[in-house]
């Protein structure tokens, strides 16, 4: 089990490292499958949490904290209600709509359709709302937060920048609600140890293999895969 958390970490932040996306939905999708959702929700929170201030420390330059406050905001109050969720909904319902969301963006991403312009405050509190309760239960506040990013017409700088930012925050909150909560078991610090190696061999194996693999045609195979392990975890 040690060797099999190790890889999937690895393979999270490989993933991240080489397309910018992805770490908390491949990590999720594959950890819940050898944890099991209540160890692996607060762990990947930890994980997410490190990798996020590496992140930022690299493109702090470019975050706009007036761009994402009202988004941030709102996820503060879905936060704790994703987290009651993870504690008193079936672990079977939990596992059938992690798998319902993880199918939806990566089909979304697969599609990449062009989404009107959103420029209306209510729609940044709506999209916070929604990744705060999905970050609180699932750890993927991405797919929310991407949405809205790709609807403000941000410079790719700003874009990885600002969502950084937000995700920053959001682990944050997020890691905080699990030790409120008592989720942070010695299982998850456990695993979590294993995980700290693997995030530092991922992010060197990404930054050095980059140059040598097609973001796209990566990116393309990663999404498929979150298609086929989302079908499985809904049925």
Same mark, same amino acid.
């Given at each position: $089990? ?11 932040? *490989? ?12 990590? $999720? ?12 929700? /607060? %762990? ?13 420390? @690299? ?10 406050? @009202? ?5 503060? +109050?879905?936060? /704790? ?12 319902? +939990?596992?059938? +709509? ?8 990566? =089909?979304?991403?697969?599609? &990449?359709?062009?989404? /009107? ?5 209510? #729609? ?9 309760? %999905?970050?609180?239960?699932?750890? +993927?506040?991405?797919? /929310? ?8 017409? #941000? ?6 920048? &600002? *969502? ?15 030790? #409120? ?9 456990? &695993? ?11 992010? =060197? ?18 999404? #498929? ?11």
């Amino acid at each position: $089990m040690t060797f099999a958390v190790a890889l999937i970490i690895f393979l999270a932040v *490989l993933t991240q490292a080489v397309t910018g996306f992805g770490s908390a939905l491949v990590s $999720m999708a594959l950890l819940t499958q050898v944890l099991g959702i209540q160890v692996a929700a /607060p %762990l990947v929170a930890l994980m997410a949490g490190t990798i996020e201030f590496i992140l930022l420390v @690299r493109y702090r330059q470019a975050l706009k904290l007036s761009a994402v406050w @009202r988004i941030a905001v709102a996820s503060v +109050v879905g936060i /704790p209600l994703g987290i009651l969720a993870l504690r008193h909904v079936s672990e079977r319902i +939990v596992l059938a +709509v992690l798998g319902l969301v993880i199918v939806g963006y990566a =089909v979304y991403a697969l599609t &990449n359709p062009r989404l /009107p312009e959103l420029k209306q405050p209510g #729609w940044a509190f709506g999209f916070g709302f929604l990744a705060g309760l %999905l970050g609180g239960a699932y750890n +993927v506040s991405g797919p /929310p937060a991407i949405l809205y990013g790709s609807s403000q017409r #941000w410079s790719p700088a700003e874009f990885k920048s &600002n *969502l950084q930012g937000f995700f920053l925050l959001n682990d944050a909150l997020v890691i905080a609600g699990h030790a #409120w909560s008592s989720h942070l078991t010695p299982a998850v610090w456990e &695993n979590f140890r294993i995980a700290v190696a693997a995030i530092a061999l991922g992010l =060197v194996a990404g930054s050095a293999l980059e140059r040598f693999i097609n973001p796209v045609v990566f990116r393309r195979m990663v999404l #498929w895969l979150l298609v086929l392990v989302g079908v499985r975890l809904m049925f």
